[in-house]
């Protein structure tokens, strides 16, 4: 089927929609330009409810098709908000706001989404209700976990979800997804350790917490090599360490930060537990005190694998069968679309972004060249899930 027709008349509006919200990126839940321009473009697209203040910051449209015997939902969603990186690309539709840019593409997302949207609202060419569904705060805010706790599926008890995210390096005009864990939970892990300050010419009459901390580091380092099974996959990553104000003063404290990925809750119980326990040991083997705050942010994304075969099947219909890969291998990345999936059967599916600089890179733009590609996608997949009788 490749790009449809009615999508190529509106390319370049598309593509200005897109280029705008580059330029005014916003960051988390503090989208009022952002989701005040995707409510109006609902509305001008004649969408039939637009819901605004959704989890704070959300926008949910909802689109009657010409029918309703099926008496069926589907929820098709994206995310609004940018990232706190100065932007390097040069481009002419460049970050206006200094250290603020759209570097992981949900721009591009919100364009495929009304896109696809705007014409649902028009052909109706479906059976039931279809809902779109644009998030706030996805870049480590849990925004679709506000939007759900908000009332989401309860308002509008959807049947499936589906997530669309653009992949670097995966040629424009292709898509990949696979069943199961596809990205992993994401954690964050505070570590503490507590000793007695002092002279740093008399040692002897302090507990240096700096040794402690060493130790703590490097037996962290075995966490993963020594306790985990080598076929499970995760990620334990301690990444700043802050102490100590003068070169002369042994510190109270000193205290670590990072973060905790992986693809199973059984392997994520497991690091928690254990890391809690050699913290808490290696200080008191040293006369110290040792405390772990572990902070649990987004669960594995996780397709459901029937719903992963039907977004196959639709993406089959728009690029070929040659195009769409269904073996993709999973990522210690995180998404918090994990939360809808956890909520109603749905999956996520990669669109290629092409030979682009990777996510969250400075240097990072959403390749215009998708959007055609992914608005058939999501007109594609709801008509198949949701066809028209006869």
């Known amino acids: 089927m490749a790009v449809e027709n009615w ?18 990126p916003e960051l988390l839940y503090d989208l009022p330009r952002t989701s005040a321009k995707v409510a109006e473009a609902l509305r001008a697209a004649g969408v039939d409810e637009v819901h605004e203040g959704i989890g704070s910051t959300g926008v949910v449209g909802v689109i009657r098709g010409q029918s309703n015997a099926s008496g069926r939902m589907i929820g098709l969603r994206s995310d609004m908000d940018a990232l706190p990186i100065r932007e390097e690309t040069g481009a002419d ?18 364009t495929m989404l009304l896109g696809a949207a705007r014409h649902l609202a028009d052909s109706r060419a479906f059976d039931g209700t279809v809902i779109v569904i644009f998030q706030p705060a996805e870049e480590g805010g849990a925004g ?53 300050g002092g002279h740093a ?27 985990i099974d080598p076929i499970d996959s995760a990620a334990v990553s301690l990444c700043s360490i802050h102490g100590g ?22 392997v994520r119980n497991h690091i928690e537990a254990r890391l809690k326990q050699m913290v808490e040991g290696i200080a008191a083997a040293c006369d110290a005190t040792g405390r ?14 029937a719903q992963t075969d039907l ?65 058939s996608y999501w007109t594609t997949l709801v008509r198949q899930r949701l066809p028209v009788a006869g």
């Open 201 to 227: 010419g008399r040692p002897n009459t302090t507990i240096d917490p700096m040794p402690v901390a060493a130790a703590v580091i490097q037996a962290v380092q075995t966490l993963t090599s020594r306790t």
């Open 311 to 375: 977004a196959a099947t639709a993406a089959r219909a728009v690029a070929g069968e040659g195009a769409v890969t269904t073996d993709m291998p999973p990522t210690l990345g995180g998404e918090d679309f994990s939360f809808m999936l956890n909520e109603v059967p749905g999956a996520l599916i990669n669109i290629g972004n092409g030979p682009s600089e990777g996510l969250h890179h400075p240097r990072y733009d959403f390749n215009d060249e998708a959007i055609g590609w992914g608005c």
């Open 144 to 196: 679709a976990k506000a939007m759900i706790e908000d009332g989401l599926f309860a308002r509008w008890p959807c049947d499936e979800v589906y997530g669309m995210h653009n992949r670097p390096g995966l040629p424009v005009g292709q898509f990949t997804i696979a069943p199961g864990p596809i990205m992993a939970s994401v954690d964050e892990v505070r570590i503490t350790v507590s000793g007695r």
């Open 93 to 110: 539709w460049a970050s206006t706001v200094p250290g603020k840019m759209h570097a992981c593409g949900h721009d591009g997302h919100t």
């Open 245 to 266: 104000d003068a070169f002369n003063v042994i510190p109270q404290d000193i205290s670590i930060t990072g973060t905790v990925r992986n693809l199973r809750e059984e």
């Open 7 to 24: 999508v190529a008349k509106h390319i370049s509006e598309l593509v200005e929609f897109r280029h705008d919200l580059h330029r005014h």
């Open 292 to 305: 772990v705050e572990y902070i649990r942010h987004y669960p594995v994304t996780v397709n459901h694998a």
